[in-house]
């Protein structure tokens, strides 16, 4: 079994800056991609950010320049570093990630998700 666990997240006035980090626990052979994803009130789920396993990152233009994804594979972390934060960006954010599970020989990827943690921005 594979967990994702979540910190980070809280109240912000808009302009300011929020950290959220993500570790993966468990059983499982390596950690794939790694992404964050939110929902905000009364919207869908949407793509935030997303790392590759070798680091290539990709964002959604909403946060182009302003949020910054990155990972530590020695802990099977990823971080999200939002700068310039806006009303907007008020969601629920949730931790993504593709674990490799089985054995060397019969692997098969996973989808994990964390619990998700509350950002506010509100002045």
């Known amino acids: 079994q594979v967990q994702l666990v979540e910190s980070g997240g809280g109240l912000v006035e808009p302009g300011g800056s929020l950290s959220l980090s993500c570790a993966a626990s468990?059983?499982?052979?390596?950690?794939?991609?790694m992404g964050w994803y939110r929902q905000g009130p009364g919207k869908e789920r949407e793509l935030v950010a997303h790392?590759?396993?070798?680091?290539?990152?990709d964002y959604s233009d909403s946060v182009t320049g302003r949020f910054t994804i990155s990972r530590d594979n020695a802990k099977n972390a990823v971080h999200l570093q939002m700068n310039s934060l806006k009303r907007e960006d008020t969601a629920v954010y949730f931790c993504?990630?593709?674990?490799?599970?089985?054995?060397?020989?019969?692997?098969?990827?996973?989808?994990?998700w964390g619990q998700g943690t509350l950002v506010t921005v509100f002045s």
């Open positions: 790392i590759s396993s070798g680091g290539t990152t």
């Open positions: 993504n990630a593709a674990a490799w599970t089985g054995t060397l020989s019969k692997y098969r990827s996973l989808e994990v």
């Open positions: 468990g059983s499982f052979l390596s950690i794939g991609g």
